[in-house]
């Protein structure tokens, strides 16, 4: 089993649309968990981060984490084609303490 | 720097020779990070180093692999005898200190291909 399992994808939406990405994580020592963003061709960009229970939102973009249940969420409101991209979800802590451990990542397209 | 910076940004060689890739971190990051990436995969850990603290070298794939960090800032990967399979993008990343909130600042990538 990986240690961060993302939903597969490719997830496509229309514009407007609500974009729902998915995470679940092995390691309950783990303690923070990140979401990046990677265009094609580019490096991750970080986009939101999340360490407690709960929602955290920031502008159209809110994570959502459970740590009994072991899951991670983004969602994407107002999806807009720009947001089309590969998401990644991190975890750190735990037996990953000091690096991030990667999903493999959900392709999202949002088309107009 | 204002980021990360990698070099080269593509590097194509034979299969058998070395390679080195060059990672120059922000400056005051004390934590620097080793990944790869290949085609249509998520990111897989290599090795990162804190400040003198010996690196986590746990994700290495073999021990044809190997880095260095000196004087706390500039970071190369080497690989010998490369093989076809090393194919990625080496990305480097950094951060203030391990473990700190708020994730890493990748740089740009170095593409290998093995040919």
């Known amino acids: 089993q990986k240690e961060v399992e993302q939903n597969s994808g490719p997830l496509s939406v229309p514009e407007g649309a609500i974009a729902s990405l998915n995470c679940t994580y092995s390691d309950r020592g783990s303690q923070s968990f990140f979401w990046y963003r990677q265009y094609s061709g580019k490096s991750p960009e970080l986009i939101m981060s999340?360490?407690?229970?709960g929602d955290k939102e920031d502008g159209r973009f809110t994570a959502q984490l459970n740590k009994a249940s072991q899951y991670v969420s983004l969602l994407i409101r107002d999806s807009q084609p720009s947001d089309s991209a590969t998401y990644l979800c991190a975890g750190s802590g735990g037996t990953s303490y000091g690096k991030l451990t990667f999903g493999q990542g959900t392709i999202l397209t949002v088309h107009p | 720097g204002a980021g990360v910076s990698q070099s080269p940004s593509n590097k194509v060689t034979e299969k058998g020779k070395d390679v080195e890739l060059r990672c120059d971190p922000i400056?005051?990051?004390?934590?620097l990070y080793w990944y790869r990436q290949s085609l249509g995969q998520g990111l897989e850990f290599l090795i990162y180093?804190?400040?003198?603290?010996?690196?986590?070298k746990s994700g290495l794939p073999s021990d044809r692999f190997s880095a260095e960090r000196t004087g706390g800032s500039v970071s190369t990967l080497t690989i010998q005898r490369t093989q076809q399979e090393d194919s990625a993008v080496y990305l480097c990343?950094?951060?203030?200190?391990?473990?700190?909130?708020?994730?890493?600042?990748f740089g740009s990538g170095t593409r290998l291909t093995v040919v």
């Open positions: 990343a950094s951060s203030l200190r391990v473990g700190q909130p708020g994730g890493y600042t």
């Open positions: 400056s005051g990051h004390t934590a």
């Open positions: 999340i360490y407690s229970n």
């Open positions: 180093f804190q400040g003198n603290s010996a690196p986590d």
